[in-house]
């Protein structure tokens, strides 16, 4: 694996392990910082812990010996001479998902075994800190190298990529490069995505609220349903008949509370909002459980309808808008959150579709079947799909690199986004590996010591392996 290396690369690697412990330390340091969105301030767009994130990131680029731009919105770190133009950019974010229920490790950072755990150590700030060492490598390695390298770190990636916005208004685009906030060996195609709210009246009687779901683009782990009018044993009745083993293993859960109201909560599985067949839509399980009940009629055909179009599948066939390509895959749609107050529900509808599926086709598809229903929908965010040929530099310089460490590893295209859609001519490399479980946006995230080290090592050899390319001539 390691029997061509060049001297530069021999001497990197070597560099790489004697930084490994004070990479570790910084990890933990920004793990402790818990930056999800907040309420902005003058200098805190996305709230102040994500303003600490960005500060605490700059402060350990500077004590690296290297050169540090902060804004409010994103920070720089820059090595090497020439124009940012002709730079290789490494794309990555600070923010995080908020931290969810269902941690044995704590959120904000705990080593246990061979393990650091906490929100970000795979998405993103793991990978961030192995691209930030892996540059403090090549600097203290005294290469020179014939591109300048551009880092470029967010802070809005999880919830809007505001910051990228910034970036581009302000400053210029490198030429090409990666982000490493995926999987690898390399992603050349990123879905298409669509983030939706939907809202719905009914008459509600029986049925008083409903909560499932903090972020529209995660499977909800947990979703709970607050009811009167049903005695008790009525409900536990119902469910047994039909759902015996979720009560058994305490997915259902029925509880009594003080205001002769019941309490009935849904326990999944939370996923990225970009796979959700590989979660338990706690939402879901839940509205099947309630139509088990006798609920008034209007809450449970809305209930019902809710469930037809956004639950039954996450590949949109009963919502009308089913379609795959060979480059990317199927349409997948999520419901990320459901709420009901007032009579009120709303929904928020996580849409991925292929790179080559007609988007305005879709969402009037999607748009008719909801009115049919009563249902009044609204794009709140929409990014176009990612294409960059595989075939050529960047994506095929960075395959042929990870194919040192797996020969058989393939290109790949995914339904997650990353900021490499904003930018010409860049690929999503790494963190996740094939072995690697993927706990991104889910409880007990963690990294192991001996990926992270493997991020510090392929990152310093990426950098120096696309000093030789040149930007693809025919970006899609």
Known sequence: MHNNLTADEQRLLAQTVALYPKAKAALLELLSIPSVEGEPEN??????????????????????????????????VDYGEGSTEDAIG????????????????????????????????LDDKGPTVAALFALAAIKQ?????????????????????????????????????????????????????????????????RLHEIEAGTVVNAVPGKARAVLSGIPAKTVRAALQALFATELAETKLILNELPDNTLQLTAIGKAAHGSQPEKGINAAVLLLKALLALPLCQEEADA????????GKDCGGNNAGISCRDEISGMLTLNLGTLHLTNGVFTLGLDLRYPVTADWTAIYDKLNARCRENGIALQVNEHKAPL????????????????????????????????????????????????????????????ITEADFHFLLEIYARAILRLQACKPPENHV
């Open 43 to 76: 200098d805190a767009p996305f709230g102040r812990q994500v303003a600490n994130a960005l500060q605490k990131a700059a402060e350990i680029a500077a004590d690296l010996g290297l050169q540090a731009n902060l804004t409010p919105y994103y920070l720089t």
């Open 90 to 121: 490494v794309l990555s974010h600070l923010d995080v998902v908020p931290f969810g229920e269902g941690w044995h490790f704590s959120p904000t950072g705990e080593v246990f075994e061979d393990k650091i755990y906490g929100r970000g150590s």
């Open 141 to 205: 390695c005294d290469i020179s190298p014939t591109r300048p390298i551009r880092l470029i770190i967010g802070g809005n990636e999880e919830s809007g990529s505001r910051c990228i916005l910034h970036y581009l208004e302000e400053q210029p685009a490198p030429a090409f490069g990666f982000s490493p906030d995926a999987n690898f060996p390399v992603i050349f195609a990123e879905k298409g995505i669509a983030l939706l709210s939907a809202c719905m009246e009914t008459v509600t009687g």
């Open 303 to 310: 209930c019902r309808c809710i469930l037809t179009l956004f």
């Open 387 to 446: 294409y960059v040929p595989k075939e050529q530099d960047p994506a095929a310089a960075l395959l042929s690199l990870y194919r040192e460490y797996e020969p058989e590893a393939e290109a790949l295209a995914v339904g997650g986004g990353t900021y490499c859609r904003a930018f010409d001519n860049f690929v999503a490399f790494g963190p996740l590996r094939k072995s690697t479980p993927d706990l991104m946006h889910q409880a007990d995230e963690y």
